[in-house]
């Protein structure tokens, strides 16, 4: 039985439908990535969740409770703002305190300091907490609102893409230590993201959400290697996902694939149908050669450039479609562009989708 | 040696700006204690022996007017008057004001922009536009030389001003920080009281400051709405001036008192103006 429950949850704005029929089911102590594109909604489903918005339609459950009709304050569920939204008239230790403070009216104040310092050690913020929110560094104020989700261990954490706000260092520091932190409490993460490197390094599971619901819910391995569709494809990989129209017609044991007449063997195991499709294969999943080989084309050198460690190289067919390709710096260094250059795929990297629905064929 | 000079010019730069504004306060200050003789001599004397008479006056309600009969003036009254006035009008706008102001800035409601606009509007139009239909109704209804009706139509003036102001302080404060607020476990009442009012409090300062002192400063209302038993000391001051003397001194003495408690009030207020609590909670 799962313990967070999202069935049908539909929102709009006006004419506007941001969320329509949005299906999930999260466990506890899952660590659940909702990742999407801008302006895909991943944050009016947070604030669905939390109870700021209320749905148009469906069911939120918590523990097989209904929780639609709830009031921020009445759900057992946290959130760190993209902003953080510290209260900048309270010391970083009141902030942190507060909802100890709302929620258990009795608490006596050496349990409060106990627990505000037990966090804020855990984050390494034990010697700001006496300081106030515009006294703090930009990495300061997200652990500080990363506290203030955590002291009253929620049984849900919303994370509202935590580290979009701080610098690149303090960014893989807590894409580090978060996971860790948030083992220890044992709660239910929901974490937003806009970065699909950030998804895949903290999700157990990653939801991809366009087009107002999740498009694939699965493990991070398995949306990269095989996406439910080309948007899906298309969002995750830097850079993104070559894609080019095609006529397939399958051959024994091997596929073969006609671009406007350059024709190439794919080997691949499948049960797809013999016709058109859409054919997309990663920048690294294609191996590029000075040196001819069986199952080789000839491309025409255009352009490199670094990046991330790796060298991205556009080339063109004889057809004139435009390819990425992506090598190591070593594997660069052995090609010269100057002399004749082939491309070859590698087995089974290679993914077919319908040319109508985007959808994954196989 | 170029900066010298430069300090000694801005000095004298700052004296010239200073005396502008403050010599004709400091005038007044002068005058409050001297005598009429004084005051009226046609050289204007620097030193003086300064008289405590107008104030004494001011406060016994009687004055003796070297060559003139004794005038009675009832400033005391006015005074109370008008801080009555003042206070009870701007309590009864923060009260109106503060959780309209935030209705506005938060919630969009419809019709609302129409309200809010036709509440500033009220501002645009002249007081003496309004001012005899305003008299009419109150004579009819029993509201005349009422402390009740004058507050209630310091509201005219004073209602939009907070309004206003409040409500951009309102719409700067980010709605993620109350809806913080009440994910730790608060009350909407709570997250308004507890977060929303203390990050506006430079703007309800300001604006209760701005507001108290329109309605100390109202004359044209007081004078036609109100008997002298609810005149406050803009209106009361009238009373100086009779066909038989214009007590300079007097008078005076009497802008001096009647600026005062605005004067402590803005000092008092100063530091809630300054402060710029705001920043640095949201990223940035």
Request: proline share 5%; glycine share 8%.
């Given at each position: 039985m799962s313990y967070l429950d999202l069935d049908n949850l539909s929102k709009s704005f006006k004419d506007d439908k941001i969320i329509s029929n949005l299906?999930?089911?999260i466990e506890k102590g899952e660590f659940f990535v909702v990742f999407g594109p801008s302006g895909s909604g991943k944050t009016v489903l947070l604030r669905l969740l939390s109870g700021i918005m209320m749905s148009d339609s469906g069911e939120i459950k918590m523990d097989n409770q209904i929780i639609n009709e709830l009031h921020p304050e009445e759900r057992d569920v946290s959130m760190a703002f993209q902003n953080f939204a510290l209260y900048p008239h309270m010391k970083a230790f009141e902030n942190i305190a507060s909802p100890l403070r709302a929620k258990n009216k009795n608490m006596p104040e050496n349990e409060i300091h106990e627990k505000v310092n037990e966090i804020a050690n855990l984050l390494k913020i034990g010697h700001v907490l006496n300081q106030f929110p515009k006294e703090l560094s930009n990495g300061q104020k997200q652990r500080t609102s990363l506290a203030r989700s955590l002291v009253d261990k929620p049984s849900v954490v919303l994370l509202d893409d935590p580290l979009r706000n701080v610098d690149a260092k303090i960014r893989f520091e807590m894409r580090l230590e978060l996971p860790k932190v948030l083992k220890e409490f044992n709660t239910t993460v929901i974490y937003i993201t806009q970065d699909f490197r950030e998804a895949m390094a903290l999700g157990d599971r990653i939801a991809v959400l366009y087009d107002g619901k999740f498009n694939d819910i699965d493990s991070p391995k398995n949306i990269y290697q095989n996406p439910s569709s080309l948007t899906t494809a298309k969002l995750f990989g830097d850079p993104t996902i070559n894609n080019f129209d095609a006529?397939?017609?399958?051959?024994?044991?091997?596929?073969?694939?006609?671009?406007?007449g350059e024709i190439f063997n794919l080997k691949k195991n499948t049960k797809i149908q013999d016709g058109k499709c859409i054919v997309g294969i990663r920048p690294e999943d294609i191996v590029l050669s000075n040196d001819h080989s069986e199952n080789s084309i000839e491309v025409e050198f255009r352009t490199k450039t670094p990046l991330n460690l790796r060298i991205v190289f556009l080339v063109r067919l004889k057809n004139g479609l435009e390819l990425l390709c992506s090598t190591t710096e070593e594997e660069s260094h052995l090609i010269d562009e100057n002399k004749k250059m082939y491309i070859s795929f590698i087995e089974e990297k290679s993914h077919f989708f319908d040319i109508e629905t985007k959808r994954n064929l196989e | 040696m170029s900066i010298n000079v430069w300090s000694i010019l801005k000095f004298f730069a700052y004296v010239a700006i200073?005396?502008?504004?403050?010599?004709p306060i400091a005038w007044i200050f002068n005058m409050s204690f001297m005598t009429n003789d004084e005051i009226l001599r046609k050289v204007p004397v620097l030193f003086y022996e300064p008289t405590f008479k107008n104030y004494i006056g001011l406060?016994?309600?009687?004055?003796a007017i070297e060559g003139f009969a004794t005038m009675y003036v009832y400033f005391k009254q006015n005074l109370i008057n008008s801080a009555i006035l003042?206070?009870?009008s701007v309590s009864v706008t923060l009260l109106l004001g503060v959780p309209a102001a935030y209705a506005f800035a938060r919630y969009k409601f419809k019709g609302g922009e129409d309200i809010a606009?036709?509440?500033l509007s009220f501002r645009f139009a002249?007081?003496?536009?309004?001012?005899?239909?305003?008299?009419?109704?109150f004579s009819e209804i029993g509201l005349y030389d009422s402390y009740f009706a004058l507050i209630w139509v310091y509201q005219l003036i004073t209602l939009p001003l907070l309004l206003w102001i409040v409500r951009g302080y309102f719409e700067d404060i980010s709605p993620d920080i109350e809806y913080a607020y009440r994910l730790d476990g608060h009350s909407w009442f709570q997250s308004f009281w507890k977060i929303s009012i203390p990050l506006a409090k430079p703007g309800i300062a300001a604006a209760s400051l701005l507001c108290f002192i329109y309605a100390w400063n109202n004359f044209v209302f007081a004078l036609i709405l109100?008997?002298?038993?609810?005149?406050?000391?803009?209106?009361?001051?009238l009373a100086f001036i009779t066909a038989s003397a214009i007590p300079y001194g007097l008078i005076a003495c009497g802008i001096v008192v009647s600026v005062l408690p605005t004067l402590i009030l803005a000092l008092f207020i100063q530091k809630y103006l300054v402060q710029g609590l705001s920043l640095g909670a949201i990223k940035g």
């Open positions: 299906n999930a089911k006529t397939i017609k399958k051959q024994d044991g091997f596929v073969e694939v006609d671009v406007n | 200073i005396m502008f504004f403050l010599f406060w016994e309600g009687e004055i003042s206070v009870g606009f036709t509440l002249p007081a003496l536009l309004i001012i005899l239909p305003l008299n009419l109704y109100g008997s002298s038993q609810i005149q406050p000391v803009t209106v009361g001051a």
